[in-house]
């Protein structure tokens, strides 16, 4: 629990990420090693951190350090020795230290690639070990150790501050934060290959990420947009799978096996967000955007009480505001599900083309569910059959796979 706090308030003092990490587990390496004898410490925190910071001085003496920064470092951390302790206490005891942030704004980087900034933010801020990170998305280990340290690398080489940005550059990397969070998320809510359809695990790590980046930024609407959407989203994993794992789409879902304390929470997030965004005269941004559409569903109590045509004009919305072939896609499904198949079918077909769902597997599927709709089996057949090629998922090609045996026997 401390491990991203340490490592945030070390990087501050000795610029160096590898270095800060090294010391804080050294740090956590003397905890085990001493506590199960003298007792845990009132404040753990505040001993971790007079620890490591006693090993940075030693780690500076022994490297003998010429440059003058690390002098100064030096005779800095060893004045402040004696009262480590008292000055730490209240700061390691804060959830939402400057450190942390800067930490997360880092570990973030535009500069890096959306892999490198997941697998360096799931080691610095969740505490995944590289195996955890590389067994969640289902790629060797030697892969994730290679992205970190990559990322690592891209740091030093591009001499990144180590300091939390200002201004206009705040809002720049505060975007890359959140689709960070997203992504992970995501990736959790549908994984996109393996033999599970979920990993609750990634779920409830985005999501206390967010929470963390909700408190440090408060002021920020599309951060309290995302937290609610995830909070809503969260709210239906234990309904989005059967006793043997098997995938329950949406509108097939049992109701009462979502999580109300998740829905409301969620939604008084969704409140905010938008009553931030109207004092900052602004429209919605696509978290926010999207939070509203997940709490269309929330709070339709049977899958025929859902306003469909709400969630279609917020799919319009976001489109303008993020024009996308995905966006568009699921404009589709809401329409469709408004107006009847024919009208999302119209949407569908003229995506067929795009360059960017070449290779999407949700485009054939939910072609093909509209054809099913409108009575086409053998055309439906043919959508489900390219939809579970195309899918790395197992379960969702079983699902995929059905739904031809289902067109078959029609």
């Given amino acids: ?12 003092m000795v610029r160096d990420l590898d270095l800060a990490e090294e010391l804080a587990q050294d740090a956590l390496v003397a905890a085990l090693e001493q506590w199960p004898g003298t007792g845990v410490p009132e404040n753990p925190g505040a001993w971790l951190m007079a620890t490591a910071k006693r ?11 010429a440059e003058r920064k690390h002098e100064e470092l030096g005779r800095e951390l060893e004045a402040q020795q004696e009262t480590a302790m008292e000055a ?33 933010t799931l080691r610095l801020l969740g505490g995944l070990t590289t195996g955890e990170i590389a067994r969640a998305f289902l790629v060797p280990e030697s892969t994730v150790a290679q992205r970190i340290v990559r990322a690592k690398r891209t740091l030093a080489e591009a001499q990144v501050p180590f300091e939390g940005p200002r201004g206009t550059e705040l809002h720049d990397r505060l975007a890359s934060v959140l689709e960070v969070i997203y992504l992970i ?5 549908s994984a996109t290959a393996g033999e599970d359809w ?20 408060p002021q920020e609407p599309e951060v309290h947009g995302l937290v609610a959407l995830l909070e809503i989203q969260a709210s239906r994993l234990r309904a989005r799978v059967g006793p043997d794992g098997e995938p329950i789409l949406l509108l097939d879902q049992d109701r009462g096996r979502w999580d109300q304390l998740l829905i409301r929470r969620g939604l008084a997030g969704l409140e905010r967000a938008l009553a931030q965004g109207q004092a900052l005269g602004g429209p919605p941004g696509p978290y926010t955007l999207q939070a ?14 859902t306003d469909w045509a709400r969630i ?6 976001l489109a303008r505001l993020t024009p996308s072939p995905i966006v568009e896609l699921n404009r589709a499904v809401a329409l469709g599900m408004a107006s009847g198949p024919a009208a999302g079918l119209e949407i569908v077909d003229a995506l067929t083309s795009e360059p960017a769902l070449r290779d999407y597997h949700l ?18 057949r043919a959508e489900f059959q390219r939809a579970a090629g195309l899918v790395r998922n197992a379960r969702e090609r079983k699902l995929l796979l059905d739904r031809v045996a289902a067109c078959g026997d029609a």
Wanted: charged share 30%; hydrophobic share 45%; with cysteine.
């Fill in 1 to 12: 629990m401390e491990s991203a706090r340490l490592i945030a308030g070390l990087l501050r």
């Fill in 55 to 65: 090993r940075a001085i030693d780690r500076l003496r022994r490297l003998k350090l």
């Fill in 88 to 120: 730490f206490h209240a700061e390691l005891d804060d959830p939402i230290g400057d450190d942390l942030l800067r930490l997360m704004f880092i570990a973030c980087h535009p500069r890096l690639s959306p892999e490198a900034r997941t697998a360096l």
């Fill in 185 to 189: 998320f995501n990736e959790g809510y």
């Fill in 198 to 217: 979920i990993r609750p695990g990634l779920c409830e790590e985005a999501l206390r990420l967010g929470r963390i980046l909700a408190g440090l930024v």
């Fill in 292 to 305: 509203a559409i997940a709490g269309c569903h929330a709070r339709a109590r049977t899958a025929d009480d």
């Fill in 312 to 317: 279609a004009a917020l799919y319009e919305a």
């Fill in 363 to 380: 485009l054939p599927s939910i072609r093909g569910d509209f054809l099913a709709k409108l009575g086409r089996a053998g055309e439906a």
